[in-house]
């Protein structure tokens, strides 16, 4: 793995050099620069992972893409998945899953979300997908400003807790351009989005939204929860560091 403080410096640097760039050419060099490492493209398949992944099958669809499949996600989801990664010729999605022995010790009937939904998410994302990135220098996020909470004050590179580069390159994109581009591109739509879900995760957490509600109002409703846990550094949510956030 690339060094820690060395990355921490490169995303300082890369976020002053690409801060008015678009998506495509951070993208491309996260994928082509060759000072990246061994990358990584993480994706829920989700409301609009297929925009970000459509990027990517222009640059190298060749790209590791890690989907983490909690076993609790809907029957779409997986079938979107399919769906995306055949229209687009990504050659090398990697399901991600929790070992069966974890399920069993952890989560024998099926119930942590109900009782401790931070533990299920720790359980069936966080841990299979550290482990996953251990093989990785740096990976790429469809993370956006304005799905709100913490991620407004996102920037293009980042540096997880492992002391991974994260690279962003739709911070600045809305539903409107992401609408857009689905459009433009002719890319199918998550079958979930016609019934009002317009942010999907794991099927018993997800429920749909009304109109006016913020986009991921519908994750954990009634919980005093925003995120999964996978963009954690030692269970806190990452932000930007000062230097981000002030450059």
């Not at 990358?39 to 297929?50: P, Q």
């Not at 790209?63 to 076993?71: H, K, R």
Request: a positive charge; one cysteine or more.
């Amino acid at each position: 793995m690339l060094h820690s403080q060395q990355n921490d410096q490169l995303a300082a640097r890369w976020n002053r050099m690409y801060q008015h760039f678009n998506a495509l050419e951070v993208l491309d060099h996260t994928l082509e620069s060759g000072k990246t490492g061994r990358v990584a493209l993480v994706s829920s398949f989700g409301a609009e992972s297929v925009v970000l992944l459509h990027m990517l099958s222009r640059i190298n669809p060749h790209t590791p893409v890690l989907f983490i499949d909690t076993q609790m996600l809907f029957a779409e989801t997986l079938d979107y998945q399919l769906e995306v990664t055949r229209l687009l010729g990504l050659t090398d999605v990697r399901t991600i899953r929790a070992s069966a022995k974890d399920l069993l010790l952890s989560d024998p009937d099926n119930r942590l979300h109900k009782v401790a939904p931070d533990n299920c998410c720790d359980l069936r994302k966080t841990r299979p997908l550290q482990d996953a990135l251990a093989d990785f220098d740096t990976w790429i996020t469809g993370r956006k400003r304005h799905h709100s909470g913490f991620r407004t004050g996102l920037e293009h590179f980042g540096i997880d807790g492992e002391g991974r580069i994260t690279v962003n390159p739709l911070i600045h994109w809305g539903a409107n351009e992401l609408n857009a581009y689905m459009d433009r591109m002719n890319l199918p739509r998550h079958p979930l989005l016609r019934r009002g879900y317009t942010s999907i995760g794991c099927a018993p957490c997800t429920s749909r939204t009304t109109a006016g509600e913020p986009a991921r109002a519908g994750r954990w409703r009634g919980n005093d929860k925003q995120e999964c846990g996978i963009h954690f550094i030692k269970g806190k949510v990452q932000r930007p560091t000062q230097q981000e956030a002030t450059s």
